[in-house]
């Protein structure tokens, strides 16, 4: 069974830096793309980052406006993993961090995996 599960959550002060990272099992997706969502309480699930997968040439990645630049998405396909490096933490990036797999659109409702998601609580 395809699993996909979060880790590295946490608390903490604006301006600081975490790690997420997500551990894929029960089937290969080194050919999916790998994304972040992030959903705040009382907001919808949001795009934060894609990763393209293997099958293709150059490893894309793509971001959503409110994390460019201070997000970095990475995959390791021999470890099966995607991590997702947040630098420069703000109170609005506190939500529940999903990872997901798809296969290319950064539609939530569209996505055919996801994790049980890990907490990001950012102080200010």
């Known amino acids: 069974q395809a699993q996909l599960v979060e880790s590295g959550g946490g608390l903490v002060q604006a301006g600081g830096s975490l790690r997420l990272s997500c551990a894929a099992s029960?089937?290969?997706?080194?050919?999916?793309?790998m994304y972040w969502f992030r959903q705040a309480p009382g907001t919808e699930r949001e795009f934060v980052a894609r990763i393209s997968g293997s099958a293709g040439s150059a490893v894309n990645t793509y971001y959503s406006d409110s994390v460019k630049g201070r997000f970095t998405i990475s995959r390791d396909n021999a470890k099966n993993t995607v991590d997702l490096q947040m630098n420069s933490l703000k109170p609005g990036d506190t939500a529940v961090y999903y990872c997901?797999?798809?296969?290319?659109?950064?539609?939530?409702?569209?996505?055919?995996?996801w994790g049980k998601g890990t907490l990001v609580t950012v102080s200010s």
């Open positions: 029960g089937r290969t997706f080194r050919s999916y793309f």
């Open positions: 997901a797999a798809g296969t290319g659109t950064i539609m939530a409702r569209d996505i055919d995996y």
